[in-house]
């Protein structure tokens, strides 16, 4: 089935990405390994590894089995504030992906610009509108929006305001939107603002590829938008990103963590890089407690708030069918509804 709406308004997004839909998937630490990016970019859309603090050796591999498990484009995701950080920087530099995407943090310029010395397209993550023109001055090939009702580590700014702040404001880059979209529907509405395409990560968490535990799809599909929330920070002196997940006793737990290194940072027993290393340790172990054990009260259910509108497993052709069925029939409305 031909979808001529949809291709038009992909046309940028698809063009810079090297694929057939710009859709991309949210590079999700545990759920993210070889084969669901290679599903996902099998089927048109963009799959994203996730570099977490995953050792070296271990994300060459994964990079190297996705590449043997699809001919098609891909980026890896580099945590910036991740203790193994610029180790993996090393890394590309030696297998040279054709994207690299930069989270957690904002990159530095020359981290951009090594990057784009080895041929590989940067794009990077931006919550705020500042952070957006910094990224834009540093050299990104194409910015990466994302609002605050996006799941995992976000920012404090909803989608919908920096929309307004970034996506119309700036047309020199592609500029990509994510945080809360689920549905073709939205995708419509989004492409018809100016977006190059947009990012999910939630509803590709669940898919019927993901190696996410059963316990941990189930709970997703039992949920509602409002148990979606977001960690608070305690103390200026330990700036942590907050992090959007399922209410749970694992997010009880990571708020006691904040309080007592704040005791230990006033005591001097910890220094502020050590406490930051803590926090990123505890989300690494909680995910992996949720995702591969299955451990849903303890581990950490990381989750955008459109896990509202999640309620079944699905595969990943199936999702990406409806995403772009539905976005060609609200394109087609709004013609007709604009024209008629």
Not at 52 to 69: A, C, K, M
Not at 157 to 171: A, E, H, K, P, R
Request: aromatic share 8%; with cysteine; glycine share 10%.
């Amino acid at each position: 089935m031909s979808y001529p709406l949809t291709t038009r308004f992909f046309q940028k997004g698809a063009d810079f990405l090297g694929v057939k839909y710009p859709i991309m998937a949210g590079a999700m630490t545990w759920v993210s390994d070889p084969q669901l990016v290679a599903a996902i970019s099998n089927t048109g859309g963009f799959g994203a590894l996730a570099g977490g603090n995953t050792p070296v050796d271990i994300l060459r591999r994964q990079i190297e089995e996705t590449r043997d498990l699809t001919d098609c484009p891909f980026g890896v995701n580099l945590i910036t504030l991740a203790p193994l950080y610029q180790d993996h920087l090393a890394l590309m530099e030696e297998v040279k992906p054709k994207f690299v995407i930069f989270a957690g943090s904002f990159p530095k310029g020359k981290e951009v610009q090594r990057m784009k010395a080895i041929g590989t397209k940067v794009i990077c993550f931006a919550s705020t509108q500042s952070i957006a023109e910094r990224m834009v001055r540093y050299g990104a090939d194409a910015l990466l929006l994302e609002g605050m009702e996006a799941g995992g580590h976000v920012g404090h700014v909803t989608l919908t305001i920096l929309l307004q702040q970034v996506l119309f404001n700036i047309d020199n880059v592609p500029v990509f939107v994510a945080g809360g979209i689920a549905t073709g529907r939205m995708c419509a509405h989004l492409l018809l603002m100016g977006a190059a395409g947009v990012q999910l990560g939630t509803r590709f968490a669940v898919a019927r590829e993901s190696n996410a535990h059963p316990n941990f799809k189930k709970k997703f599909f039992q949920t509602n938008a409002r148990n979606a929330v977001s960690t608070p920070q305690f103390d200026s002196r330990l700036p942590v990103v907050a992090v959007r997940a399922l209410k749970n006793k694992g997010l009880e737990e990571f708020n006691k963590l904040q309080l007592k290194l704040i005791k230990a940072l006033e005591s001097g027993e910890i220094n502020r890089s050590e406490a930051q290393y803590k926090v990123e340790h505890f989300w690494a172990g909680a995910l992996r407690l949720a995702v591969v054990d299955g451990d849903v009260e303890k581990g950490s259910l990381m989750a955008g708030q459109s896990v509202g509108l999640v309620d079944r497993e699905m595969s990943i052709r199936e999702i990406m069918e409806e995403l772009i069925s539905d976005t060609e029939k609200t394109l087609l409305r709004t013609k007709e509804n604009l024209c008629g």
